[in-house]
């Protein structure tokens, strides 16, 4: 029997935050990082909780070296070997701590991930990836996993209801990613008409992950540094975002010119012109769920990281929070119908 939640549930661009009383005198008063301890792993993080998405485009060594500097995390794609994973550790030991190896469920996903592990014992954080977190398979990988590497910590996802965030969680996983189909670049909705609205997921998920000492990656969504600051008021003890990261330097994909203007390519890891490039094309029994855009070029990295923060530490001056780990205490949201004055065009 079809049933319907009449709830209404929210996203990002339906809500703004409450400006609050503050005793903080500056934006430079705000404390972004982070430390946590993860329920599995035992192991503590400290850093600043923003992460840049593990996207072919996004999630590349250059993109970790850089965010890096900044306490960022960068979850690193899947497609480089573990020579490559060598290479990067012996030259950038300092970035190690900020990146996570990626992987699929499939059995040379696994012997992959295991040779990259067992290669460059520094790391610490491994990241399992699907675009459906829901089936049984991958709660099994999890577990897998997890009984391989009890000391790592285990990033797993995509899910956006709490029954599945706790699933995963009691599966071995320390830190839950939370999206389906908000990502810039993802169709998923439009080709399945299935999703949740983000900033609904993440409170939702929220709630059941810190009721079990776990944590919650917002993926997908943001596309200004107040979304960043909307996730985390929510919250996310986590925050990625690939499309934000797109268009520079440290990207990977081509950099095309038309009519003396630069532009890098863009793609969602289930769009066709992914699954061409790793997979030889798509497969018969599925359909594509992804865009391929051109992203104008934006030059180094280093600007739009120093927006995002800039941005961070603004919405907690606003809010009262002196730190990055106080925003849901103090986030207060808005419904709103209207967001932004748009009569001289949309925001650059």
């Not at 080709?191 to 993440?202: D, E, F, N, R």
Request: charged share 20%; hydrophobic share 35%; net charge neutral.
């Amino acid at each position: 029997m079809p049933n319907i939640i009449n709830d209404i549930k929210l996203d990002f661009k339906d809500v703004l935050l409450r400006p609050k009383r503050s005793t903080l005198k500056s934006r430079s008063d705000v404390d972004l990082y982070r430390e946590m301890k993860f329920r599995n792993s035992k192991r503590t993080y400290k850093g600043i909780p923003v992460m840049a998405s593990n996207m072919d485009t996004i999630g590349t060594f250059e993109m970790a070296k850089a965010l890096s500097q900044h306490g960022i995390f960068t979850t690193v794609h899947k497609y480089y070997t573990a020579e490559e994973w060598k290479d990067f550790a012996a030259r950038n030991p300092g970035c190690i701590n900020n990146i996570a190896v990626s992987s699929g469920t499939g059995q040379e996903d696994f012997e992959r991930l295991s040779s990259i592990v067992n290669s460059v014992p520094e790391i610490s954080f491994i990241c399992l990836d699907v675009a459906n977190g829901y089936s049984q398979h991958f709660v099994e990988f999890v577990r897998k996993v997890r009984f391989a590497y009890p000391n790592h910590t285990i990033i797993a996802g995509n899910v956006v209801t709490g029954e599945m965030v706790e699933e995963l969680i009691l599966s071995g996983a320390d830190v839950i990613k939370v999206g389906i189909g908000p990502g810039s670049v993802c169709t998923t909705r439009m080709k399945t008409g299935v999703g949740y609205p983000q900033l609904s997921a993440v409170i939702e998920c929220a709630d059941a992950a810190h009721g079990l000492n776990g944590h919650i990656i917002s993926d997908g969504g943001c596309t200004c540094p107040g979304d960043l600051a909307k996730a985390f008021g929510a919250g996310a003890d986590f925050v990625m975002a690939g499309g934000m990261f797109a268009g520079h330097d440290q990207c990977g994909g081509e950099t095309i010119e038309k009519e003396g203007k630069r532009f890098k390519l863009f793609y969602g890891m289930a769009s066709s012109t992914a699954m061409q490039k790793h997979a030889g094309g798509v497969a018969e029994y599925r359909s594509s769920e992804g865009k391929t855009v051109e992203i104008p070029y934006r030059g180094d990295v280093e600007k739009t990281v120093l927006d995002i923060l800039g941005g961070l530490r603004s919405a907690c001056t606003y809010t009262g929070a002196a730190r990055l780990q106080e925003l849901p205490r103090r986030a207060t949201f808005i419904r709103c119908t209207q967001q932004l004055n748009t009569v001289y065009g949309p925001p650059n």
